[in-house]
Structures are given as C-alpha cells and as structure tokens.
C-alpha cells in the first residue's frame, strides 16, 4: 500500500495487429467482460478500445446505486448475482470497491403504487431477494428526514425497502476491474478510437481504429450511450435504442443524514448520501433524444422542488455541481445482450438505459462466456435483440414508455 | 479591532454597528460586513477545520473560491462567510471540528497524512472484508463539513424571476460596467448581473489612477452611477451567475438586502447576447503550508483593507508574480501594514512605477523569488523565500503571507456554454478556442490588466452584443474596436507552477486536502488525465467548484507528466456558485389540475388523491374499501366527477382517415346518434389507449381517451399522420368540458327530472348519443355508456356549468338517496365487469388481443391504416404471451392482493386487480397469466408478498362476474 507506485492498470502497451477479441469501449461492461474473459476463460489476448479514458461514460456518471429489485423474472436473477457479486469482486480484485449495503427505499404516492409494488416485492421473494412493503410510518422511521405529512404535492403512503441494495463507489469499479484486466493481460488502449468494424462472409474479421487495422475474430460493442451509433453506422444495424439525456447532481458534503438510498417515482426524484457526504439525486431523463449530455435549467430547478417536498430539510443545503450522461433507452426498458446473429463473432451488449452499473459485474460475467464458447448462457437469453421484431417487449415497467418524438 | 474608518473605499458603514455571536463571544461588526470579516475583525483566524486532515484553515480569498470559511450560520451549514453578508444577531459555529476551530481534537490527523496517500481508500479496509463496514461507518463520520438534522426548516422567503433582455452582461466590474452601459445606448433591454452585493469590480478597492488620472475606485462609483441613471439597464447586485445554458438562458440567484421581500431570489434570464465580463480570480502559490491561516491571496489582503477597513496582518511578506501583487504591497504599506519583503516569481516585467514605490518606501523587491513555507503552529508566524530554482532561502518572521502565482480568468460561463477551452501560452490562461455563439468577452478575463483597456474591452463587447442582439452599431463599433487596439492588450501570466517544493503540504485543493505530492501519487499510479486526477486524488470536486485547483492541476499535470503538448483545462459544472435547494426550489408550487367540482367534491367529504396530473375524489368515506358506495350504485343511483377524461373534437375534411389512422376499428361504422368504443395501440401492438367516438356530422367527430394519456393524445395522432398531409384539426377539450357520471337502476328517473328531452330505453337506448340543452341554456352532450355495469348516463357538459348541473341532479336524485362515489368506487365497480383500466389490467407489453378486445380490431383494415395491426397480425399467432382471466379464490373470504404473482416453479402471471365483491360475495378479480393457464378452471397458485411460500390457490372463472348478460346496463 505504502509501497512504490505502480500503475494501477500497467504500462500503456503498444496496439497489436490481431487480438482474439477486441471491445469497443472502456466503460464497465467492456472492463467486465474482458476481465472475465481474460480470468475465467483464458481468453487472455483481448484488446479494450476505448475513445476517451476508461470510466469516461456511464461508468464515471452513475449515481453509484445497486439493487435487485427489477420488475420480471429475466431481470431479477441477472442484477441479484450482480448485487452478490461486490463482496466477491473487491476480494478477487483486491480494490475496495466501496460496497455501502445501505439498502434501496422506494416511495409509493399511492394505493395504486402500493399495489404496482407488491407485484415486484412478491417476484423478488419468490427469487429469494430480500425486498417488503412498508408503510409511510416504517419509511420515516428508517429515513427521518423524510417528510410523510398529507399536504405535500405527492403524499408518501408507504415505500418498498429492499435491504441488499446500496451504493457502490463507480469510479473504484472502473478501476479495480481495469486493474484486473491489466494483470491477466488484457490490453486498454485509452484515447484509442474504434473507427469500422470489419466482416466478410458473415464474418468479423476485424476492427478499424484511429490508431491502425486490428485483425480479430470476436468484437464486442459495450460503448454506452454510444453502441447503437457504432451499431448503425459501422455494420448497418439498427438497434430500436433512443438516446437521451440524463442528469445527476450532487449537494455540498454534509455529516450523515441519510442511511438509504431513497427514491420517488412520482416525484422523479432519488437522493442518496455518498460516503463523503454528498447528497447525490437525480432520476429520469430529458424526454427528448440527444446525445449531448448538457444540463437544463428546468432539470435542476425541478429537482430542488422535489426535494424540497419530500426531503424538506435538505432546503438549506447547497447544490455543488450537477452533470449528465446518456441513457440509451430500449422501448421495454430492458437490454440488448445478443451474439452471432447477424454477424458470427459479433456481440453487443447495450440498450443498458440507466441500469448499466448495477448489472455490470454479472453481465461480464455471462457476455464473457458467451464470447468465449459461442452459446449464449442461459441467463441472457431472454435479452436477444429478435424479440423487438417479434413484439415481445420485456414488461420491464408497467407504464408505457415512449422516446420517440412523438412523445 | 480598530477599523480603518476614513477611507473612501471602504463599503461599510461604521455608524451601523451589528453583532454576531461565535463560541459564545459577541462580535462586532457593521452594515456592509460579511460575516467573515466581522469575525477577522475582532481577532478570528482560524475559521474551520479541512475535510481530511483537520488542518486550521483561514480566510483566504473573500470570493468563496474554497470552503475555509464555511461555517454554519443560524444552524445552515455550509454557510461561505466570508461572502455572506452580516446580519444583526447572527449565531455562527465552525464546522468539522471536535473542540473549537482554534483546538480540534483531531488536529493531529494532520500528522497522519503519510498513511493516506492518493486513493488509500480504495487499496486498504476490505481486507478482512468485515472490517469494511466497520470502516465505512468511520469514514462516513470524519467526512462531510456541515451538520444537518431531519428537522431542519431553512427559513426565509424565495423569489423566482424570469427576464427577457436583449443583452446579459454578466460581471458588474468596470468592463462590465461598460458593455452595460454601451449595450443600452441602443435601446436595448439590459441585465447586469454582478456577484458582489455592490457593483465595482477590480476598480473597486484600488487606488492608483487609470490614464485620465481617476483614482480607479471613484471610476467605479461613476460607473456604477451611470448604470443607476441608465433606464434599460436593469441591475442585480450579490447575484451570482450559476448555469448557462441552450441559446443563452442564463440562471443565477440574488441574495435578498434588507427591506427586500425576498431572501433569495431563483432568476433565469432569456437574451439574445451574452457578455461575460467575469474578471479574474487570483491562481493560488503552492508552496509548503500555503493554506495556512495568515496567508491569503493579493486580493484578500488589499480589499480586507480597502473595502472593510480592517487590516489584514501587522507584518506582511508577498509572495506575488503579478504586478496586482506589488501594487497591493505599496498600498498597504501605506496603509499601515510593516511590509517585509516582496518576493516577485517575474525577475523582470514589473511596472516600473509600482517598483519605484515599493523602493520609496524601503520594501525590499526580490526578483525570480518565492515562498516556498509557511511557518507556524495554526497560524503564520515565518514565512521562508527561496529563488525559484531553489537554490538560496531566507527566512522572514510574519503574520501575513500575501501569496499569489498569477491570476485566473473566470471562464465558467464559457465553459458552461460548450465553449471548447484552450491554453493561451501568453497569458497561461485556459481560454476560449472559439466563442460560442452571441457569447462575448469583454475585461480582464481577455488577459489585458491595463484599466482603460478593460473599460474599452468592455465596451466593445458591449456593443458587440447589442448588434448580435439586431442593433445597429457598425459606427461605434468601429471606433470602440481602434480604442481597444490603441490601448495595452494581454499581459504576459506568470507560468510557475509550484514553488521548488517536495509537495507533502503543498495544497492544490483546499477543499478536499489534495497536495502536490498526492497528485504525483495519482499520476504515478497511471492517472495522467486531469480529469482522472480530479476523481483518483480528489481534486476540485469539493463546495469550492475548482476554484482553488482549476487552473493549477491541469498545469501541474502537464508538467509532471513532461507533457510535451498543451495542458488540458478540467471542466467546471454548474452551479458556479452552490446555491440552496430552497432557492432553486422557489415558491415550490404545488402543480394539479383540479376539476370544476373540486370545491362541492371535498365539501361532500371526498378524500382526494393525487391521480396523474390531476387531484381527484377517490372516497368518500373512511371506508376504504367503498362498501356503501358501490351498493348504492348497484341498487340505487350514484354520481361520480369524471371530468378528468381526456375530451377531443377532430375535424376537417381528413379527420375520418385520422381516426382510422390510430384506432383499431374501423370508425367509417362510427354513426350519428351512436357511440363507438374503441382503442388505440402502437407499433407493437400494445393498447396505449381507450375510449368512446361519436360523429358529430361529416369528417366531424368527438372522441374521449382515458384520462392519463390526454396529454399526449393530440401529438400521437399528429405524429401518425406527420407524412400524409392531412386536412383536420384537433381540439384538446378536457379542461373545458367536465363529465358527470350518473349511474344506476334509478339514473334514469333522476336524469328524467333534471331535463327536458325523452330518457326512455326507447328514445335514447344503451350504447346512444344524444345532444341537448338544459333549460335552453346548458349544452349537454350525452351518452349512455355501461362502464360500472349498471344503467348509465355520461354528461359531458361546459365546465362553466359543472356545477349548476351536478347540483340539479343532486336535487333531482334526492328523493332517491343520490350520493357521490369516487374513483375507487368506481374501480370495483368496472372489475366486477371486467371491463379493463389500461395500466392496471395492462402493462407495457400487453397487447389488444391479451386483454381481450381483439374484437374491436378491423382486419378488413387495410394495415397500413392501422398503428399496430402488423403487430397484432404477428401476435394472433404467438403462443407465449400473458393473456386477461378471470379469477376467483377458492376461499371467498380471501381476496388476493393486488399484484400477487401467480407461479408454479416460474413467475407465470400476476393479479392484476381483486377484490371481494360486495355484489356477489365472491372474492374475483383479473389476472394476467400465459396463455396455457388461461382455460376456463384452470388450478392457479398464487404467491403474495410476505406469503413465506404459502400459496393460495384460486382458478380461472369465466368474465364477467357480475350481470354477465349485460341486461342491467340495458334497462
């Protein structure tokens, strides 16, 4: 610890002509897939090509929340092995990943909400996640700031609390994985730009990069926000992927104030405390597709009035500095995680939306596998990219979603 | 502490005493104090404690740039007093300290600094990993500044104003002043924004002359004069730019002054040009200790003396590298200050006249000189000079060590505005690299120093942005342009980056306790980008919004990492300034729709609840589960406020192609007298929506959606079509007609007496559409719908004449024993009918031929007609999906829960609404479940929260469950 510096990720290595696969982007499920690629599957020759720095996405722009408590039974199995996973990972790494089990609160408005919560509180049981409804009085119990009195624009009826989640420091999961790509000899070329993809015979053959040609037989797209843009204008695929917008702020440090990660559907409102004390809130996205990341006046303003109303005694507490990042939104709300179809050695691993940090570690895990044998591992099976073209959306929300202009 | 009371500068005003009360001791202060220098006044250096290490830390640089001086004020945290302005009877404390500001236990953590190099957290405390949580509860006391308790209420009123301006200038200085001023010559609507409460600037506090011999300050006054006499400039003192965003809407909140009736005020400027007239801050010395309380920026030092009459030390050493520095030591000096030495980093370059003062006044110059230590406990007691190679030290006993590299543009707003920033290699400024659009700079942020450069500059870009806003000024503009070009332009900046120290306590955060030395650590460790720096070593991430690293980090990794290109700026975000929740927040307003029944609704006892963007009755008694009010529908009459139902009129010669466009039906069937039910689905197939049309006469038609998607309904039907070019024109008529839903087997009778048009089954059947005025004076719409399964009358009526109508029919229906019901009421009602509330017997993926209103699909339609008929093609014929069943528990007594999985050894479907029916006395409802579980009888588990695996069982019964002839609707 005290040691001499080396490193964290290794010496910067020269970009080879072929590797057994590349992936296009740093971020965490590229950094994931690699690292099991390379540990678990011997596939140690991997290239991570990523454009900026590593973590220059999502990855560094999350709020850092992990739970388990999706929506359907595709979904829950996946995110509760990434929620087991933290404890495994910081171990295996050796990097403290900062694993705060603080548990998730989830506000209900209404009786109607009560109800819509029970349907994923009941699948979470019945998948051995801890998840319960609670009332307004246990929620202030557990939260005291929080504010249940009835004459506050969404009155709060009662929550869903789901002890296993919590926050997880993002940046130490970009760079712990990074760390153990670089010892199981992966290479991460930074500021190193994917610019075609190659494929000849229904083949991928390889990858095109600012830096020169890269022969390869397997390419995965983990690039974020971006995937659907590389998708589309380097192979032709059109993903049905929206891009939008998506801001997180966080307020001066303060000493604890807040024990959980609490959030609001109604109000569009989470707000969490960070281990230095932050106060980090943010929630949905502009409702309009873009891919700049710039911040609006309206987003940060609403967020106030919303914390204002529910966590009232935040009022005298300062915003610091506020960001965005993208989200890129499938219409059910449920990734895209698909290979060998169209092109064989083509795998691509987006459409993640907001949930792509908490899913990271396990996602790796199963693209990995896929990569490396060809099968698709049972657990991604349900997220291949046909069943857009089969209207089989996932029921990922109850409510309808909608990121076209139409909306 | 004696203030100096006769200066011309000051912006107090002794004759207005005002205290505060710090660790139980009584300051005084005067009007126009922040409460940081009232305290600096009587004797206070140490202000708080530093996030990390507990170091003493002390005023520093009177703009706010880092949190030294965050105390808690009237029990807010975080509180920058040393721009807060004063106010009588304030009580403030210092904050993150165990003891006092001046002893904190934890002082000695300041020690322990070797055991926390650059990102120790994340290589230390998982191993063994049950120590972690251990840890983290500690790490999570000892971080964070200010204390807040969940009853805290942040006092005071909050204002919210938005403008329209052709020009913003923000930056009250003289450039600012300036480009004010010759932006409102043409008439233009001004706004200057100045961060200070008193506008000034640079020119404020200083002395020395501009080239008409003016001493700046009174400049400043005259200036500021003008702006005061200038109508089109509307000004805003201590109101602080925080956020610049699209096509220059610029935010930034006001501090109220007494006798405002606001405290903080939200404001949002629309313009067509920005001038950004932001001035400099001061770029910080880093050298050992430097952050010591005693030392302090060129500017805090002179202002202390100048704006507040207090000053700063007794016996001063300058480390400088900018002739602001020098001219500061002369007049401080002069002031009163024993100034020891000037160590300047420049070796030459100074102005001449500045060092012919300093020699008049015996003030030893030290060229290519720099402080290198601060010495002293908590406070400066020594300072050590050394050249900049580090070759030769000397040492100087102080109580003021005024340091300051060089000087650092606030370029915030152009950063904010998507400017790309560069490094200007003249004046070792990050800069703009293109401006982005109707965006100008004017002042000293351009690098020039000079004061008439800086008032040209700032009327050039004035004027600059008033032609950009469609004035016309190529004239003026002409001359402003060769005034600037005849005056002194960029000065040359001082480049040295650290003094030719080792970095262990050298400070290049303040905020977070980031040093030289662990920003070597971060970069060793293969953090080389400054935004990785940023994050590894924690830099400029704290309350000070980088305004103590931005500028050094970036040059200090450059040179570190022997860069051989240009360094590369960290962005700044906003807020620029960190700004309350409550004054972002406002009024706050409580944003709902109410219906024109609200008043007589919560008169009559209903609990409302927050529906969609609307407040609606839900009950009308305690009983929640609505007992009474559903039998007084299912046996008598009842009437509930329905006016939240989306209500269109389409027409035009294409309105009939729009209707098929987007319903599933084929609406040519829609007939005049008649309503139609029908649904609208998307490109998947998915229902997204439900409701009644009626033809009003040719291409003319009403039709109602239900009432979550009447906001969208108009932009989904206009999307549709958006290629076919289309005649026919939408109403949205939901807020102005309300409904009012009458139901039961005496609604007839009732309805009977309220008007004047024949109600028999005969006139006016089920499933009809009547119009009709009441009194010849209501214009009523009718219709006879079955939605809660009992004999129905829909009134869409003017919402100016809700009321009247709903009173007659309450009148009408007394003899009856009429009551409300409300929505919940109504909810039982519909599923005892099993008719369906999307987004309750529906999700996201379920489709019309789920829930069972494939009938009202047309496929004689020709698909491309039709949204979502591809779809539902594609679907008739896919076996896994979830399908709508009735169900039933085998114990009556027991209804399921809403949301209740429906499993075997996987999730196969889930309960969607259920409740026991006070009707039947069966406890039935609706579930969605795979198609294989869907036949009638078919055995289902059910698995609710909190069951502990305890399943009940239920079975699929047909639907409805209650008049499943449907005669009652009929009657």
């Given at each position: ?252 440090p303060l000493k604890p104030i807040l024990d959980h990660v609490v959030s609001s559907g109604a109000y569009h409102c989470y707000a969490n405390q960070t281990l230095k004390g932050e106060i980090a809130t943010g929630a949905h996205m502009d409702p309009w597709p873009n891919y700049t990341t710039q911040n609006t006046a309206h987003y940060i303003k609403h967020q106030a009035e ?102 | ?298 500017g805090c030092a002179h202002r202390l003396a100048r704006t507040y009459g207090i000053l700063p030390g007794k016996e001063a050493v300058f480390s400088v590298g900018h002739d602001l520095g020098l001219e500061a030591a002369v007049d401080l000096s002069d002031l009163g200050v024993k100034i020891a030495c000037v160590a300047d980093i420049r070796e030459d370059g100074q102005r ?37 190679e580090g070759t030769v030290r000397r040492q100087f006993p102080c109580d003021l060590l005024v340091a300051s590299a060089g000087l650092t543009p606030v370029s915030g707003p152009f950063i904010l505005a998507q400017a790309g920033m560069g490094y200007d290699r003249r004046t070792g400024y990050f800069l703009p690299t293109g401006l982005p659009e109707k965006m100008f700079p ?530």
């Amino acid at each position: 610890m005290f040691g001499k510096r080396k490193p964290l990720w290794g010496t910067k290595k020269r970009l080879k002509s072929s590797y057994d696969a590349v992936i296009i982007g740093g971020g965490l499920h590229g950094l994931a897939a690699a690292y099991y690629l390379a540990k678990e599957h011997g596939l140690t020759d991997v290239a991570i090509l990523e454009k900026r720095y590593i973590g220059f996405g999502g990855a560094g722009r999350n709020t850092a929340i992990v739970r388990a408590n999706q929506r359907t039974q595709e979904n829950v199995p996946l995110y509760k092995e990434a929620l087991d996973l933290w404890p495994v990972l910081t171990k295996e790494l050796n990097f403290n990943l900062m694993f705060n089990n603080c548990g998730n609160l989830n506000l209900m408005h209404s009786e109607a909400a009560m109800k819509a919560a029970r349907m994923t509180i009941a699948t979470a049981q019945f998948h051995g996640v801890e998840s319960h409804l609670i009332d307004a009085k246990e929620a202030k119990a557990l939260v005291p700031a929080l504010n249940i009195s009835e004459d506050i624009t969404f009155p709060i009826h009662g929550a869903m609390y789901h002890p296993p989640g919590g926050i997880v420091r993002h940046d130490a999961v970009v760079w712990g994985l990074a760390k153990g790509c670089a010892k199981h000899g992966v290479h991460i070329h930074q500021q190193t730009e994917a610019t075609g993809i190659l494929s000849a015979g229904g083949r991928i053959t390889g990858v095109d990069t600012a830096r020169g040609r890269i022969q390869t037989p397997r390419v995965l797209v983990s690039a974020g926000g971006y995937s659907a843009g590389i998708m589309y204008h380097m192979l032709g695929i059109k993903l049905p992927i929206s891009v939008l917008t998506i801001q997180a702020m966080v307020t001066q440090p303060l000493k604890p104030i807040l024990d959980h990660v609490v959030s609001s559907g109604a109000y569009h409102c989470y707000a969490n405390q960070t281990l230095k004390g932050e106060i980090a809130t943010g929630a949905h996205m502009d409702p309009w597709p873009n891919y700049t990341t710039q911040n609006t006046a309206h987003y940060i303003k609403h967020q106030a009035e919303a914390l204002s109303d529910w966590l009232p005694c935040l009022r005298g507490v300062k915003f610091m500095r506020i960001w965005g990042g993208l989200a890129d939104m499938t219409p059910d709300m449920a990734p895209v995680m698909d290979g060998n179809d169209p092109i064989d050695g083509l795998y691509m691993d987006c459409g993640w939306g907001y949930f792509g940090f908490k899913s990271c570690s396990a996602v790796g895990k199963y693209m990995a596998e896929y990569m490396a044998t060809g099968n698709c591992p049972e657990m991604l099976k349900p997220f291949h990219l046909r069943r857009y073209e089969n209207h089989r959306l996932m029921g990922e929300t109850a409510a309808l979603v909608n990121y076209t202009p139409d909306n | 502490m004696d203030r100096l009371k006769q200066l011309p500068t000051l912006r107090i005003n002794t004759d207005e005493p005002l205290t505060l009360k710090y660790r139980r001791k009584t300051y005084r202060g005067a009007a126009g104090d922040t409460v940081a220098t009232a305290l600096y006044a009587g004797g206070v250096r140490i202000f708080g404690r530093s996030l990390k290490y507990h170091r003493p830390r002390g005023l520093y640089s009177l703009d706010g740039e880092c949190s030294n001086t965050c105390m808690a004020v009237d029990g807010i945290p975080n509180v920058r007093t040393e721009n807060t302005l004063l106010k009588d009877g304030m009580v403030v404390d210092a904050q993150n300290v165990k003891g006092s500001a001046n002893f904190d236990w934890l002082g000695f953590i300041d020690k322990l600094d070797w055991m926390m190099p650059a990102g120790f957290y994340y290589k230390t405390m998982h191993k063994p990993a049950a120590v972690w949580p251990v840890a983290m509860k500690q790490i999570r006391k000892a971080a964070g500044l200010g204390v807040i308790s969940p009853d805290d209420e942040m006092k005071g009123r909050y204002d919210e104003q938005y403008l329209t301006a052709e020009v913003t200038v923000i930056g009250g200085g003289p450039a600012g002043m300036a480009a004010a001023l010759a932006a409102a010559e043409s008439g233009h609507r001004v706004v200057l924004l100045e961060s200070r409460p008193h506008l000034g600037g640079c020119f404020d506090y200083r002395v020395t002359t501009n080239g008409q011999g003016t001493h700046l300050y009174e400049r400043a006054r005259e200036l500021a004069e003008q702006v005061k006499q200038t109508a089109n400039i509307r000004r805003f003192e201590h109101a602080a730019m925080v956020g610049a965003y699209n096509n220059n809407l610029i935010t930034a909140f006001q501090v109220g002054k007494a006798g405002d009736g606001f405290t903080e005020r939200y404001i949002e400027i629309r313009s067509a040009s920005v001038v950004v007239a932001t001035g400099c801050i001061e770029r910080p010395l880093l050298f050992e200790h430097n952050e010591r309380p005693g030392v302090m920026q060129v500017g805090c030092a002179h202002r202390l003396a100048r704006t507040y009459g207090i000053l700063p030390g007794k016996e001063a050493v300058f480390s400088v590298g900018h002739d602001l520095g020098l001219e500061a030591a002369v007049d401080l000096s002069d002031l009163g200050v024993k100034i020891a030495c000037v160590a300047d980093i420049r070796e030459d370059g100074q102005r001449p006249d500045l060092l012919e003062a300093l020699a008049e006044r015996d003030i030893p110059v030290l060229g290519g000189w720099v402080a290198t230590h601060a010495h002293g406990g908590k406070t400066v007691k020594k300072a050590t000079l050394s050249t900049v190679e580090g070759t030769v030290r000397r040492q100087f006993p102080c109580d003021l060590l005024v340091a300051s590299a060089g000087l650092t543009p606030v370029s915030g707003p152009f950063i904010l505005a998507q400017a790309g920033m560069g490094y200007d290699r003249r004046t070792g400024y990050f800069l703009p690299t293109g401006l982005p659009e109707k965006m100008f700079p004017a002042g000293r942020i351009t690098g020039i120093n000079d004061p008439d450069a800086i008032e040209a500059s700032g009327r050039l870009a004035g004027l600059e942005a008033a032609a950009a806003a469609g004035a016309d000024v190529t004239q003026a503009a002409a001359a402003a342009r060769q005034a600037v070009a005849a005056l002194p332009g960029p000065e040359r900046g001082c480049k040295l980056v650290t003094a030719p120290v080792k970095g262990r306590k050298s400070f290049i955060c303040f905020d977070e306790d980031a040093t030289v030395k662990s920003v070597k650590q971060a970069i060793d460790a293969g953090f080389d980008v400054p935004e990785l720096v940023k994050r590894y070593a924690a830099v400029g991430l704290g309350p000070g919004q980088s305004g103590i690293p931005g500028h050094n980090l970036p040059l200090f990794v450059a040179k570190y990492t022997a860069s051989t290109g240009t360094p590369k700026p960290t962005t700044v975000r906003p807020p620029l300034v960190p700004t309350y929740i409550a004054t972002y927040a406002g009024y706050n307003h409580h944003m709902f729709k109410r219906t024109p029944l609200h008043d007589s609704q919560k008169a009559d006892g209903g609990i409302f609840r927050n529906i969609g963007v609307w407040q609606r009755a839900r009950y009308f008694s305690e009983d929640f589960d609505c007992k009474e009010e559903i039998l007084n529908v299912r046996n008598n009459v009842g009437m509930l406020d329905g006016s939240t139902l989306g209500k269109f009129r389409i027409h035009g010669p294409d309105a009939l192609k729009a209707l098929q466009r987007v319903y599933v039906s084929d609406m040519s069937k829609v007939t005049e007298g008649r309503i139609k039910y029908s649904a609208m689905c998307n490109d998947d197939g998915c229902v997204i929506d439900d409701g009644v049309v009626t033809k009003l006469g040719e291409n003319d038609y009403c039709f109602t959606t239900s009432t979550g998607r009447a906001g969208q309904a108009s932009e989904w039907i206009r999307y549709h079509t958006r290629f076919d070019n289309w005649d026919f024109h939408i109403v949205n008529l939901t807020d102005s007609m309300g409904v009012i839903n009458l139901s039961g087997p005496n609604a007839r009778k009732v309805l009977a007496k309220a008007v004047n048009i024949d109600v028999s089954n005969e006139a006016f059947p089920f499933s009809g559409y009547r119009e009709f005025f009441i009194r010849e004076t209501i214009p009523v719409r009718a219709m006879r719908l079955g939605f809660v399964g009992e004999l129905s009358y829909e009134l869409h009526v003017p919402a100016s004449y809700m009321q009247t109508v709903w009173d007659m029919l309450k009148e009408a229906g007394a003899e009856f024993g009429i009551r409300n019901f409300g929505v919940e009421t109504q909810n039982v009602l519909r599923m005892e009918k099993c008719h369906i509330i999307l987004g309750q017997e529906s999700e996201q993926r379920t489709n019309l031929l789920d829930v069972g209103l494939g009938f009202l699909w047309d496929r004689t339609k020709s698909d491309a007609k039709t949204v979502g008929a591809v779809a539902l093609r594609q679907a008739e014929n896919d076996p896994g999906r979830l399908t709508l069943v009735g169900i039933r528990m085998a114990d009556d007594t027991r209804a399921a829960r809403d949301g209740a999985i429906i499993v075997d050894t996987k999730v196969r479907g889930y309960v969607a609404t259920m409740r026991k029916s006070f009707t039947t006395g069966e406890a039935v409802g609706m579930a969605l479940v795979e198609s294989q579980l869907a036949g009638i009888d078919t055995r289902l588990q059910i698995f609710e929260d909190e069951c502990n695996g305890e399943l009940l069982d239920a079975r699929v019964v047909p639907m409805p469950f209650y008049d499943p002839e449907g005669e009652r609707m009929k009657l």
